[in-house]
């Protein structure tokens, strides 16, 4: 059928929350986006004029398209090479949503993201649903054609399994800048010991490289070993020269709601680099260098001005 402008209008409303809601449930922007590609031909096709709750329609169209991705999604999983980390949202990006309460924020970080990935698809549609967007577990439940109680067991399981696996992060943005630069500057100082004091004795790093870009595929565990790591990475050689192919500029910024260095080369970004920080220290490094999954990130680093870089690697 052929929609009227006000119907069309009505989608385009709903469209920031419906992106939002499918990049938490897929973790990829780029999925997020054919998500909501795909509701819309569906809304294009359904007799409009008979949905009463739209909103409600829309949701439940985009939560099943997402959750047929999400169990595919598992098997290629099982063959992506390496580490799996989330596509990167850096600050600005209208898909990040709604950031008022701690839950939304953490919702949409690289931590819960990646914890994410242990709950199965319904866990993970109660999960944002229900803490991210603040739905009633009443629609829940007439979204996903379940009963309530059984919607309310799911959430409280889904809500254990994030919570058994991290730590609040909550920091306060000032002290966040002043960690990241006291981080910056141990990292280029050529010595280990200083970067061993700024991070949690059970830190890791991980370093998504898709197997497009070199990247370990386990892992870095541990105060020492990350340490070591880190003043590798912030050391100028000839082979890090070769692989980045320019000048390195590395600028401080956010990207999924926490504290991220942004490593860029002739406009392009080559890596996002979250860390999660919390009232010990420095406990997570998690860096997204497949560049499939940098492109939106690229676009809008272009239309946005970010200053000048902390730090340039040549």
Known sequence: MVLTGNQIDLFEASMPRLKAIAYRLLGSASDAEDAVQDTFLRWQSADVDRIEVPEAWLTKVLTNLCLNQLTSARARRETYVGQWLPEPLLAGDPMLGPADTVEQRESVSFAVLALMERLSPNERVVYVLREAFGYPHRRIAEILDITEASGQQIFHRAKKHIADGRTRTEIDEAAARRIV??????????????????????????????????????????????????????????????????????????????????????????????????????????????????????????ATDHGEPVLRIN
């Open 181 to 302: 630069d006291e981080f910056l500057t141990a990292a280029t100082s050529g010595r280990t010991e200083p970067l061993v004091r700024l991070l949690t004795a059970d830190a890791v790093a991980i370093g998504d490289g898709g197997g497009k870009v070199p990247a370990r595929t386990r892992p870095f565990e541990g105060a020492v070993a990350v340490a070591k790591f880190m003043r590798s990475l912030f050391t100028p050689n000839q082979a890090a020269r070769n692989l980045l192919g320019g000048t390195a500029e590395i600028h401080v910024s956010y990207a999924n709601g926490l504290p991220a260095l942004v490593v860029t080369v002739d406009g392009r970004v080559i890596g996002v680099m979250c860390l999660e920080i919390t009232a010990d220290g420095i406990a997570a490094f998690r860096n997204q260098a497949n560049p499939d999954k940098l492109e939106r990130a690229t676009r809008l680093w272009a």
